[in-house]
């Protein structure tokens, strides 16, 4: 079932940008892949750069299979995307000293509480550090969700290469009930109402 649009600044947003970034990401696909999957395994995100807080939504009848990923936590706990199946999920990239990163974490957590108890899920994944610099982090800027420790084995990361891939610190990604990718803001948030338009829109669909 197609969905209503509605004209929301993160849909305006995205009808002239998201085209451009998803020709992008198709024409560079394999070539993008490969070489993060060797960056991924070295434990590096040195090619990684800001973005610029481009939106790109996917339509449900274009998604592709859901992400599939298992990793550990900075507090030592495993976590897999099947165990919020049937739940909205905002995978947020980062790193400690990430300027970013630092400016966009209190917006994350006041709409991580917003939407508590609501079916979403927030899940921090940190691409650089181990997990005493992330722990530190959540600490300083009061981020209560967790955070994946990814720099070791990149499995997070590796989950989404070749698609609408986090090819850029910080990345912020919606996943649908099904754990497809629904949206992608690549770069810091200019504030959290194009985030919480994706996440309240997202979590609406019925299919």
């Not at 507090?75 to 990163?101: I, K, M, Q």
Request: aromatic share 6%; glycine share 8%.
């Amino acid at each position: 079932m197609s969905q209503t649009i509605r004209p929301t600044r993160a849909r305006l947003m995205a009808r002239g940008l998201a085209l451009a970034g998803v020709v992008a990401l198709v024409a560079t696909g394999c070539s993008t892949a490969d070489d993060l999957a060797t960056q991924y395994g070295n434990g590096t995100t040195e090619n990684y750069i800001s973005g610029n807080g481009t939106v790109t939504e996917i339509a449900p009848e274009d998604r592709t299979e859901p992400v599939a990923f298992t990793a550990e936590t900075d507090a030592g706990e495993t976590v897999s995307r099947s165990d919020h199946d049937g739940e909205v999920v905002v995978l947020n990239f980062w790193y400690a000293a990430c300027p970013p990163c630092r400016l966009e974490a209190p917006e994350l957590e006041k709409l991580n509480k917003s939407y508590a108890d609501k079916g979403v899920e927030f899940l921090g994944v940190n691409v650089r550090d181990q997990a005493d610099t992330s722990l530190a982090f959540a600490r300083t800027f009061d981020v209560t969700y967790p955070s994946v420790v990814d720099a070791n084995d990149g499995a997070v990361q590796l989950a989404l290469a070749g698609t609408i891939a986090p090819n850029a610190v910080p990345t912020t990604i919606v996943l649908d009930k099904q754990g497809r990718i629904a949206a992608r803001i690549l770069g810091g948030l200019d504030g959290p109402s194009i985030l919480d338009t994706l996440i309240s829109d997202t979590l609406a669909e019925t299919s």
